[in-house]
């Protein structure tokens, strides 16, 4: 390691990667970075693993990795072994070939621990404050609300990744956004970030690792930090973090994977440490107060298009950027809205609260305070399914799921579902959906559908009126 880098101020992710840099590559900012920890699935491993096979190679770190099923897999409440989908299931039995063959440890489909994979790694404490993350899914940005830095990778780079224990990879230019003021009532963490993006831009944070600061993250839980970390992808980050507090460190204590006794107090001696040094410089910084927040939805098919739900919908005719304009037209086109058209006067077909960006435990609390004593509107589908199955089984012990079946949600098993729509949960053309997702785009949801991103009690406030509305007025209706 170069002494000139150890002496100067230094931001939280040049720590991360000056402790992981194998070898520096060239001049350009290429490394040979080590990776502690790799989070596997069962849609993007399949061709990593046969290139490991062809080239009879074997796996350098097997107790490294975490296998889960958690994308093809069908959410039905009567779980089966064996997917209905043939395709599933064709997937998710060569991924068990594939763990048992080289030795990586698989949550199945019947496993107690069985989940999206951003949600079970946390809850496992199998990711852990100052490591190093790489997973199939860009969505991997999650961990960095626990201290570490996750990133998503490619097919090709997995099978490197399970052969060496080590990525070529390229530094980043970082970036801090520094959030202020205060999280006013009904305002979660997913209006933030959503404030953020619809700020920056969905490519604002292109080729940069994000840091989060300021009081409103230390005032937030961690589940409520990782909905942020998840999300700064949408911006383009290829990173997110946050430094680990105390409430990290009380997160972790005692889950199953996380050190115990005499080693715990010495990882979280060496934990406090991991900060951005006081006088380190970011390669870009923005500000964002949030204490006139409202809630956030979006609009159109990118995540940026977003506004606050006492707004109308925007008028392309005033963007002054001609290829701009074009998009917003193509967003209005596809989403069959009119520009001026009050957001809470959109009407839905659906409401979905899943993902791993808003179906742990902590969102499906919030949704039970807004739907408790309600029903959802006629003509409206509303489909719950919480982030693992250790989610499921805490919000049946707290009777949650009483509550959501009784107001009329169907109360599903974990999984990725119709987040992004590979397995059986797939939406018809023109279905309209409230959806506590991360993602809008053209057919996210399947062909022609048309999909509404909001936090999950924004979603569950939408089932309940059967149109966009404002959660903070639920109960004050004249």
Same mark, same amino acid.
């Given at each position: 390691?170069?002494?000139?880098?150890?002496?100067?101020?230094?931001?939280?992710?040049?720590?991360?990667?000056?402790?992981?840099?194998?070898?520096?590559?060239?001049?350009?900012?290429?490394?040979?970075?080590?990776?502690?920890?790799?989070?596997?699935?069962?849609?993007?491993?399949?061709?990593?693993?046969?290139?490991i096979?062809?080239?009879?190679?074997?796996?350098?770190?097997?107790?490294?990795?975490? %296998?889960?099923?958690?994308?093809?897999?069908s959410?039905?409440?009567?779980?089966?072994?064996?997917?209905?989908?043939?395709?599933?299931? /064709?997937?998710?039995?060569?991924?068990?070939?594939?763990c048992?063959?080289?030795?990586?440890?698989?949550?199945?489909? /019947?496993?107690?621990?069985?989940?999206?994979?951003?949600?079970?790694?946390?809850?496992?404490?199998?990711?852990?404050?100052?490591?190093?993350?790489?997973?199939?899914?860009?969505? !991997?940005?999650?961990?960095?609300?626990? #201290?570490?830095?996750?990133?998503?990778?490619?097919?090709?780079?997995?099978?490197?990744?399970?052969?060496?224990?080590?990525?070529?990879?390229?530094?980043?230019?970082?970036m801090?956004?520094?959030? !202020?003021?205060?999280?006013?009532?009904?305002?979660t963490?997913?209006?933030?970030?959503?404030a953020?993006?619809?700020?920056?831009?969905?490519?604002? %944070?292109?080729?940069?690792?994000?840091?989060?600061?300021?009081?409103?993250?230390?005032?937030?839980?961690?589940?409520?930090?990782?909905?942020? *970390?998840?999300?700064?992808?949408e911006? #383009?980050?290829?990173?997110?973090?946050?430094?680990?507090?105390?409430?990290?460190?009380?997160?972790?204590?005692?889950?199953?994977?996380?050190?115990?006794?005499?080693?715990?107090?010495?990882?979280?001696a060496?934990?406090?440490?991991?900060?951005?040094?006081?006088?380190?410089?970011?390669?870009?910084?923005?500000?964002?107060?949030?204490?006139?927040?409202?809630? @956030?939805?979006?609009w159109?098919?990118?995540?940026?298009?977003?506004?606050?739900?006492?707004?109308?919908?925007?008028?392309?005719?005033?963007?002054?950027?001609?290829?701009?304009?074009?998009? /917003?037209?193509?967003?209005?086109?596809? @989403?069959?809205?009119?520009?001026?058209?009050?957001?809470?006067?959109?009407?839905?077909?659906? %409401?979905?609260?899943?993902?791993?960006?808003?179906a742990?435990?902590?969102?499906?609390?919030?949704?039970?305070?807004?739907?408790?004593?309600?029903?959802?509107?006629?003509?409206?589908?509303?489909?719950?399914?919480?982030?693992?199955?250790?989610?499921? %089984?805490?919000?049946d012990?707290?009777?949650?799921?009483?509550?959501?079946?009784?107001?009329?949600?169907?109360?599903?098993?974990?999984? *990725?579902?119709? *987040?992004?729509?590979?397995?059986?949960?797939?939406?018809?053309?023109?279905?309209?959906?409230?959806?506590? !997702?991360?993602?809008?785009?053209?057919?996210?949801?399947?062909?022609?559908?048309? !999909?509404?991103?909001?936090?999950?009690?924004?979603?569950?406030?939408?089932?309940?009126?059967?149109?966009?509305?404002?959660?903070?007025?639920?109960?004050?209706?004249?």
């Open positions: 390691m170069n002494l000139n880098t150890q002496q100067r101020p230094r931001t939280l992710y040049d720590k991360h990667i000056d402790a992981h840099t194998v070898s520096t590559l060239d001049d350009n900012g290429h490394v040979l970075l080590y990776i502690d920890r790799q989070v596997l699935n069962e849609y993007t491993s399949p061709q990593a693993f046969s290139g096979r062809d080239a009879k190679r074997r796996v350098r770190r097997p107790e490294t990795a975490l %296998a889960v099923v958690d994308h093809v897999n959410t039905e409440v009567q779980r089966k072994a064996v997917q209905p989908d043939e395709g599933g299931a /064709l997937q998710v039995s060569y991924f068990k070939e594939n048992d063959a080289f030795g990586i440890e698989l949550f199945d489909i /019947l496993d107690a621990r069985q989940g999206i994979e951003h949600v079970v790694a946390p809850e496992q404490g199998f990711i852990l404050p100052g490591m190093v993350v790489a997973a199939g899914d860009s969505h !991997t940005t999650t961990y960095g609300a626990l #201290g570490a830095f996750g990133f998503g990778i490619g097919t090709s780079q997995i099978e490197h990744l399970l052969v060496t224990q080590t990525l070529v990879y390229k530094r980043l230019k970082t801090r956004v520094i959030l !202020t003021g205060a999280v006013g009532l009904g305002i963490s997913k209006d933030i970030i959503m953020v993006i619809e700020q920056i831009g969905a490519s604002g %944070a292109t080729g940069y690792a994000i840091e989060f600061t300021g009081p409103v993250i230390d005032a937030l839980s961690v589940e409520a930090r990782m909905t942020i *970390c998840n999300m700064a992808v911006a #383009g980050a290829r990173g997110a973090f946050m430094a680990p507090d105390d409430k990290v460190f009380k997160y972790l204590k005692d889950k199953p994977r996380a050190p115990k006794g005499k080693l715990w107090e010495q990882a979280v060496k934990w406090r440490h991991l900060r951005s040094d006081d006088r380190a410089v970011f390669d870009k910084e923005v500000i964002l107060d949030i204490d006139h927040i409202q809630p @956030m939805v979006t159109g098919t990118s995540p940026d298009q977003a506004v606050t739900i006492g707004s109308r919908i925007p008028d392309p005719e005033t963007e002054p950027d001609l290829s701009k304009r074009k998009g /917003l037209e193509r967003a209005l086109d596809y @989403m069959g809205l009119e520009a001026g058209k009050p957001i809470e006067d959109i009407s839905i077909t659906h %409401a979905f609260i899943g993902s791993c960006t808003n742990r435990i902590e969102d499906l609390r919030e949704v039970a305070c807004v739907v408790k004593g309600r029903k959802i509107a006629p003509g409206v589908r509303g489909m719950i399914v919480p982030g693992s199955s250790l989610v499921r %089984a805490q919000a012990a707290e009777g949650l799921s009483k509550i959501f079946i009784e107001a009329g949600f169907e109360w599903r098993q974990s999984g *990725c579902s119709m *987040c992004l729509a590979m397995n059986d949960d797939i939406l018809a053309p023109g279905d309209r959906c409230a959806s506590s !997702t991360n993602r809008n785009f053209e057919g996210r949801q399947g062909a022609g559908v048309r !999909t509404h991103l909001m936090s999950p009690a924004m979603v569950a406030v939408a089932a309940i009126k059967g149109h966009l509305f404002d959660v903070r007025n639920l109960g004050k209706e004249v």
